[in-house]
């Protein structure tokens, strides 16, 4: 069984404030994506993560791919109340067809 | 322009009545997949298609169904809605296959409530 592993899953912090969430595995991923969901919408793709060690910035999100291709981790500078949502991270392997989620890390960003 | 589109954003329904939620995307995406999403909860897989071939997953209750009559559209049938079937269903598609990275694009989902 193909497991992810996110951390926090809950997260609330001031305004301008920074974090990190992390998406964790045993297993290799082919690819790897973060997307951001607001309450009552579908998932918005942020990123995809294709080559071990790669980083990939969107204005202050900073994503990185691990090495070994079995972990990743999200940074966001300075956050803002627009940054509020639930993050999940998930997973391809093998070029296949099904992605494996993570449990989504909930953030608040008080003002 | 939205790319995946679900039909309707809230779905009313009474215990044991037959609802349909649709889907249609304009990526020509070759796989397309129904996640069923309560508060607050990573999508769970219901199924996919990819292209014409359907793919159930093990713990999928026979209660749901789906149809892809073509490349882009995709139907939902849950047969009798119980009040445990109340949650957000997201539709999503992919291009898989090759050496293509893959990556989901989600519809803004439909919201079922069960009196």
């Known amino acids: 069984t193909q497991l992810l592993e996110q951390s926090p899953q809950f997260l609330s912090i001031q305004e301008g404030e920074n974090l990190t969430v992390y998406c964790n595995s045993s297993?290799?991923?082919?690819?790897l994506q973060w997307y951001r969901q607001e309450p009552g919408e579908g998932p918005v793709l942020l990123v995809t993560?294709?080559?071990?060690?790669e980083v990939k910035k969107l204005k202050r999100l900073t994503f990185q791919f691990g090495d070994a291709r079995k972990d990743s981790s999200l940074h966001i500078t300075a956050a803002q109340p627009g940054d509020t949502g639930l993050y999940l991270c998930?997973?391809?392997?093998?070029?296949?067809?099904?992605?494996?989620f993570g449990p989504g890390t909930r953030l608040s960003v008080l003002p | 322009d939205a790319m995946v589109i679900q039909n309707p954003r809230y779905q009313v329904t009474q215990f044991g009545k037959p609802v349909t939620l649709s889907c249609s995307q304009t990526?020509?995406?070759?796989?397309m997949y129904w996640y069923q999403q309560k508060s607050s909860q990573a999508p769970k897989l219901l199924f996919h298609?990819?292209?014409?071939?359907?793919?159930n997953e093990a713990d999928t209750p026979d209660n749901f169904q789906s149809r892809r009559p073509n490349t882009s559209f995709c139907f939902l049938d849950i047969r009798s809605p119980g009040l445990g079937d109340a949650a957000m269903y997201l539709c999503?598609?992919?291009?898989?296959?090759?050496?293509?990275?893959?990556?989901?694009?989600f519809g803004e989902g439909s919201r079922l409530t069960v009196l």
């Open positions: 999503a598609t992919s291009r898989v296959g090759g050496r293509f990275t893959g990556e989901l694009f």
């Open positions: 297993s290799v991923f082919s690819s």
């Open positions: 993560v294709v080559t071990g060690g």
């Open positions: 998930a997973g391809l392997y093998n070029y296949g067809q099904n992605f494996v």
């Open positions: 990526l020509n995406h070759n796989v």
């Open positions: 298609y990819y292209d014409k071939d359907f793919n």
